[in-house]
């Protein structure tokens, strides 16, 4: 079976946080609902966007959160167009991806983002060439189902044994566990070492230039 290490984008590979939550702020405000605070919308990022708008408007319908949805897209593509979206990749990322590359490890991404937005990130950041498989919520259900993985692991010829998960959030790790991959998590995004070690990851990274010893440790 093909070794297979699958990368969640937001909060794993770009830093996106500050961008999604002024694009929940600028959403809920077109929507003329109060905005949850930065520290709710960071608590969320990972989900895909109706679950997530679910979580932080729970009193809301379903009309609601659909037109929530909709306007938290409109603000995400409207500070893309006007240049204010940042989304840059942390540090030591594609190190530890072309070290996993080496190592012959296939590449994948699980996101919750949607095809198109999957796309920009890694077409903006040269990195479309290197993943086998790509995995959105646009064919998916939400993180932690773990469909995202199962597909993934169809993809690239791989079995949960020899598939790892590295996530920023408890929805990646608790997904890798339903899959029963491993799961390494990362402490540089939305979610705490402590919460990520709760749900399920086998080790958690502090800095990208960790993981390949990280999955090289993994039984």
Request: with cysteine.
């Amino acid at each position: 079976m093909n070794r297979l290490a699958v990368f969640d984008c937001d909060g794993t590979l770009v830093d996106s946080a500050a961008t999604i939550c002024r694009a929940i702020e600028q959403g809920f405000a077109a929507c003329g609902i109060a905005a949850p605070g930065r520290e709710a919308s960071r608590g969320i990022i990972g989900l895909s966007v109706v679950e997530a708008m679910q979580a932080l408007h729970p009193a809301g319908s379903e009309d609601e959160h659909q037109a929530l949805s909709t306007a938290y897209k409109a603000s995400f593509a409207d500070l893309r167009r006007l240049g204010l979206a940042e989304e840059p990749l942390f540090e030591g990322i594609v190190d530890a991806i072309e070290g996993l590359e080496a190592r012959g490890w296939l590449l994948g991404v699980a996101t919750g983002k949607s095809d198109r937005g999957l796309a920009h990130i890694l077409e903006l950041h040269g990195l479309h060439p290197r993943f086998v498989t790509l995995q959105t919520a646009d064919r998916h259900p939400s993180k932690p189902h773990p469909s995202m993985l199962w597909q993934a692991m169809a993809d690239a010829g791989a079995a949960p044994e020899t598939t790892v998960m590295i996530g920023d959030t408890s929805y990646d790790m608790a997904m890798a566990k339903a899959a029963g991959a491993h799961a390494i998590g990362v402490a540089w995004g939305s979610h705490s070492a402590t919460v990520l070690r709760e749900t399920g990851a086998d080790a958690v990274a502090t800095h990208a230039s960790q993981l390949i010893a990280l999955i090289d440790a993994l039984p």
